[in-house]
């Protein structure tokens, strides 16, 4: 692989940081909770033999900056700062590769920005009006969401954090999840480490109004959503760990009413971290998605 560049641009009132390497068509790659940029470090060497790829940093996490009001993980400041990077980047349209939050972010971001999205890759994160049908209506996806209010609690990142991030580590061992070597080890302590590094990815759960309702609070019941602002046009496509405990397969369902040039992979077996428990194919399936 081209030797990754780091580099840190004040953009939407934060300072962000990101990796790049290789020349060609832009790729961005957002990534979730409670990674960084490195968990798509796979599909940056892969890539970056065809392609300028880049891998931000979200705010909140590793050497972005974290603010500490939730005010400010709304979906719509996510959405500007993916905005305001790729036109940093010099580039008007790319392609998105996102997974978990950073599909979240990337699916609004998608539907709000739809000419600057040549093509849309997402890893198992839920469009927001099949997540909220679900946890209105779905008791099995309330239970698998239950983590959800947890972290939306001010003990959270205490909890998160005792024992050398022991509950972190173990949300990577769930499903088929390849073992993290000692050199993913200490590059996720590293990043956890950093100031609030665990209460700014805590952040995104005590921003969201999606999150599973509770006897005092309905959550996501209470909104009401205009599905023609969650359309998403560009050419898309879901590649879904079916074995993910967190987010179910019924996410899935009806789906192509929100993203009707949508093409879906169902992976067995596969948990919530496909890039990593099948680097190999993730790689071809987005290589022969994006031509």
Not at 32 to 55: C, E, M, N, T
Not at 148 to 168: C, G, K, V
Not at 186 to 212: C, E, F, H, I, K
Not at 221 to 247: C, E, H, N, S
Request: glycine share 8%; proline share 8%; charged share 20%.
């Amino acid at each position: 692989m081209t030797e990754l560049k780091h580099n840190t641009v004040r953009l939407n009132g934060i300072d962000i940081h990101y990796v790049e390497a290789g020349q060609g068509p832009l790729i961005l790659f957002v990534h979730g909770f409670p990674d960084f940029w490195r968990v798509w470090i796979d599909q940056l060497k892969h890539f970056s033999k065809s392609h300028r790829v880049v891998a931000l940093d979200m705010r909140g996490f590793n050497l972005t900056s974290k603010p500490k009001e939730p005010e400010a993980y709304r979906a719509k400041i996510l959405v500007e700062d993916v905005r305001q990077l790729i036109l940093h980047l010099g580039e008007r349209r790319c392609i998105l590769v996102a997974h978990d939050w950073g599909g979240a972010a990337i699916w609004n971001f998608a539907a709000q920005h739809p000419d600057m999205v040549e093509k849309l890759i997402i890893m198992n994160s839920p469009h927001t009006m099949t997540f909220v049908r679900e946890l209105v209506n779905n008791p099995d996806q309330q239970k698998a969401s239950a983590y959800m209010n947890f972290f939306r609690r001010p003990e959270a990142e205490q909890a998160m954090t005792e024992d050398n991030f022991r509950r972190l580590f173990s949300m990577f061992g769930r499903g088929n999840l390849r073992t993290l070597d000692d050199e993913e080890k200490q590059a996720y302590v590293d990043a956890w480490s950093t100031p609030d590094g665990v209460a700014g990815g805590l952040n995104y759960y005590r921003a969201t109004p999606m999150y599973p309702p509770l006897p005092n609070d309905p959550g996501p019941a209470a909104l009401t959503l205009d599905p023609a602002q969650f359309r998403v046009p560009a050419p898309t496509l879901v590649l879904w760990g079916m074995a993910d405990t967190a987010l179910l397969p019924g996410l899935l369902t009806g789906l192509g009413e929100h993203v009707p040039n949508l093409k879906v992979v169902e992976m067995p077996g596969v948990s919530h971290w496909p890039m990593r428990e099948k680097p190999d194919e993730v790689n071809r399936l987005i290589g022969a998605f994006i031509g």
